[in-house]
């Protein structure tokens, strides 16, 4: 298994198969206009499959697809069916939600386990703000149909704005409860995307932690997390609180994960600023050695601790503004899947 030049394991895959989406969530695509990759720039599902079976073989064995929005992508369920069949310990998928009511039964059916839904209100204004699109019905009705699918693993993911959905910390760890779901707060980022971004809407893990104190009774932190960026906490009341706290206290030393973006770079962290041309080496012919030749030798160069670079700014603001990402649309979250 390779190494990174900080002595991290190559273990997990965020795979994003479209950087398409059908929301506009304010803290990942805040802008009027986006321009979309291009179909035939988009790996296929053989090349997407080869693309894991190429880390596979280098030690991987936890792989997420993401986006954009995944459920987008056409025949998802045909994608998740042949990866389903590969020697992987955890196949995971992150969706908004807005189109799981006809899909989460074939995706489960295709053997897809582990399903995250990104919920960050329950408010239909709130939404209609945060999101900007009025979606929570089918988001809400979405969460249903995976229950009912078999997904007995649901994870929610929130990620809290201040005067903008922070209020709703209790509504949602109760909903989460109602749903059998583990419910996980992210600290907003500043990452390519949230141009907007602005250090005093995050609502901090130690803030987190203290109104939950107040409003539930001390919570109380489960062993170790080992790789895995949520810290896990037991409430008074018996549910699971996950928090990632990848803006004040980031988790680069643990981190052993590559992401592949849907037109194929490879990036060795959500914040790098360069990425590798993987689409053109698997559409020159290279043999499957020389594939994970590539592979190998970019994580063994690896020196990325982008979140905890940020975490040490003494002025912090947006990574990039909009006019940035307009040349290096690469940078977006949506584009190297979040
Ligand atoms: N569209 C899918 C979704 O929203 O679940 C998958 C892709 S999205 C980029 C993956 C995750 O990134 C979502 O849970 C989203 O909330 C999170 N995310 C996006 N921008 C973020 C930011 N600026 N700070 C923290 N999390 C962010
Ligand atoms: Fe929101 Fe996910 Fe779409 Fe980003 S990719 S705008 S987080 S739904
Ligand atoms: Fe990993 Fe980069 Fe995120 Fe740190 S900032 S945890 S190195 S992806």
């Known amino acids: 298994m390779p190494l990174d030049r900080r002595s991290r394991p190559l273990r997990a895959l965020r795979l994003s198969v479209t950087d398409r989406c059908n ?48 459920l987008l992508r056409a025949d998802l369920p045909a994608l998740v069916k042949t990866l389903a069949g590969k020697a992987l310990e955890e196949l995971a998928l992150t969706t908004n939600g807005v189109l799981l009511r006809s899909l989460a039964k074939p995706l489960f059916d295709a053997g897809l386990r582990q399903l995250t839904v990104s919920l ?39 990620v809290l704005l201040r005067g903008v959905n922070d209020h709703e910390v209790d509504a949602l760890v109760d909903f989460a409860a109602q749903l059998g779901a583990e419910l996980r707060f992210i600290e907003y980022m500043d990452v390519g995307g949230a141009t907007r971004w602005d250090r005093d809407q995050v609502v901090t893990r130690a803030e987190l932690l203290s109104r939950l104190a107040s409003s539930r009774g001390s919570p109380h932190a489960l062993p170790s997390r080992g790789s895995a960026p949520a810290e896990r ?106």
């Open 23 to 70: 929301l506009r969530c304010q803290y990942c695509m805040p802008e009027s206009k986006y321009d979309w990759v291009p179909r035939s720039e988009l790996l296929t599902f053989e090349e997407l499959s080869r693309v894991v079976d190429r880390f596979i073989a280098l030690g991987v064995r936890k792989v997420r697809l993401t986006g954009g929005e995944p």
């Open 120 to 158: 960050d209100t329950l408010s239909r204004t709130t939404f209609v703000h945060l999101a900007r699109r009025d979606e929570l019905h089918r988001v809400l009705d979405g969460l249903d149909a995976a229950r009912t699918a078999g997904f007995s693993r649901l994870k929610l993911d929130t």
């Open 233 to 338: 906490f037991a409430l008074p009341g018996g549910q699971i609180v996950g928090i990632v706290a990848s803006t004040t206290q980031p988790f680069c030393g643990a981190c052993d994960r590559a992401r592949v973006s849907a037109d194929g770079q490879l990036f060795t962290c959500l914040y790098a600023t360069e990425s590798t041309d993987l689409r053109t080496v698997l559409r020159s012919g290279a043999d499957d050695a020389a594939v994970e030749a590539t592979l190998e030798r970019v994580w063994n160069r690896r020196v990325d601790r982008g979140a905890e670079a940020r975490a040490e700014l003494l002025r912090r603001g947006p990574l990039a503004d909009a006019e940035q990402l307009k040349v290096m649309p690469q940078l977006e979250m949506h584009r190297r899947g979040g």
